[in-house]
C-alpha cells in the first residue's frame, strides 16, 4: 500500500475503512478457498487436505509476482491480479451455494478497491 506511517500521522476514517476492506477481503478470500477445498473433498482426509492446499495456492499465486519491477503498467497489473483472486474466491463461494457471501465478498473487494484509488494510495509500495 503506501510507505509506513510515522507515530505522528494519523490515519484518516476512509484509510481505516479501507484497511478494514482489505483485512476482509484477505480473510474472505482465504476461508472461500478453504471452504472450496473442503466442498470439493471426496474423503475426510482429501476435505481436510484440500483445505489446506487451496488458500496456500492461492495466496501463492497472489505473493509468486512481484510487479514492481514492470515499469509503469506494474499497478494496473496487480489491481488485475488482485480482481481475479477476490473474483475467483467469491465465485468459489457462489459455486458452493453460499450465494449471498460469494456476492458479498466481490461486493467488498470492489468497494476496497475503489478507496484505494480514491484515497490517492496504490497497491504498491514505491
Not at 5 to 32: D, Y
Request: charge should be negative; aromatic fraction near 12%.
Amino acid at each position: 500500500m503506501s510507505e509506513v506511517q510515522e507515530p505522528s500521522q494519523k490515519l484518516s476514517g476512509l484509510q481505516w475503512l479501507n484497511l478494514a476492506l482489505r483485512g476482509l477481503m484477505e480473510t474472505g478470500i482465504v476461508l472461500a478457498f478453504g471452504f472450496w477445498g473442503y466442498w470439493i473433498g471426496g474423503t475426510k482426509t482429501m476435505k481436510i487436505l484440500l483445505c489446506i492446499v487451496v488458500p496456500l495456492i492461492g495466496f501463492g499465486f497472489w505473493g509468486a509476482i512481484d510487479f514492481s519491477s514492470m515499469g509503469q503498467f506494474s499497478e494496473y497489473y496487480r489491481l488485475v491480479q488482485e480482481l481475479v483472486i477476490s473474483g475467483l474466491a467469491a465465485f468459489t463461494l457462489y459455486n458452493t451455494s453460499a450465494h449471498i457471501l460469494g456476492i458479498t465478498l466481490a461486493l467488498v473487494s470492489v468497494l476496497h478497491h475503489i478507496l484505494i484509488y480514491s484515497i490517492g494510495e496504490t497497491l504498491l509500495e514505491k
